[in-house]
């Protein structure tokens, strides 16, 4: 069965550089969250998306900006990258908002920030 | 404070043990997650429980949700070496399914 889909699977940016990490949900999956984990962490809740628009918001730096795609795809952006910012991001997909349905994560994209 | 708690933080057993890792929330529970996840890799979902007093099993794996307790817990049978990594529980306290996760429980299974 189809998985989330990420890309790309590891990223090396230098500071003050700008990165964009792709997230492709499961086929008719709606819902898309990203999470943050830092090493030795578990993962912190970002922001998500249910149709194309926000839906929740945690927290997530000024420096970054998601939006999802009419194809349900989402980009995370992150602009002006720190040292901080070297983490594994997943994405995760569910269907109709969430409400009640399982969420899927992807395989993560390891940042590094050198 | 951490949201929730897991416990042990991490466990060893022996190839073929049973095994029971806990997980506790400071608040309700909309909605339990358990994954696993080998290191930095992605999270692999294993199961969601919603209901108190519901229990779900996958091949040696089962879990349980005491709603009351605000408390789920991970049983696995005859563990194996395969079992062996970081399980994690994931909550939806908010009702709008973003996850808070607790800490994470390192497995090692000896042969």
């Known amino acids: 069965a189809a998985g989330v889909i990420q890309s790309p699977r590891h990223l090396i940016k230098e500071k003050r550089e700008t990165a964009t990490l792709k997230c492709y949900p499961i086929?008719?999956?709606?819902?898309v969250y990203w999470y943050q984990q830092g090493p030795g962490q578990d993962p912190q809740f970002l922001i998500s998306f249910y149709e194309k628009m926000q839906s929740d918001k945690g927290s997530i730096p000024d420096r970054f900006s998601a939006q999802q795609f009419s194809d349900y795809h989402s980009e995370l952006n992150m602009s002006s990258l720190e040292l901080g910012d070297s983490a594994l991001y997943f994405c995760?997909?569910?269907?109709?908002?969430?409400?009640?349905?399982?969420?899927?994560f992807g395989p993560g994209t390891r940042l590094t920030v050198t | 404070s951490q949201e929730l708690e897991q416990s042990p933080q991490s466990l060893i057993v022996q190839e073929g043990k049973n095994l029971t890792i806990n997980c506790t929330s400071s608040k309700t529970l909309y909605g339990l997650y358990w994954y696993k996840q080998k290191y930095g890799e992605g999270l692999i979902f294993l199961m969601m429980l919603q209901k108190g007093g519901e229990e779900k099993s996958h091949e040696k794996i089962t879990a349980k949700l005491d709603e009351k307790k605000q408390q789920s817990s991970l049983h696995i049978t005859a563990s194996q070496p395969s079992h062996a990594g970081i399980y994690l529980c994931?909550?939806?306290?908010?009702?709008?399914?973003?996850?808070?996760f607790g800490t994470g429980t390192r497995l090692l299974v000896s042969p």
């Open positions: 086929p008719r999956h709606d819902t």
């Open positions: 995760a997909s569910s269907l109709e908002g969430g409400q009640g349905n399982e969420q899927y």
């Open positions: 994931g909550a939806d306290v908010v009702g709008f399914q973003k996850l808070v």
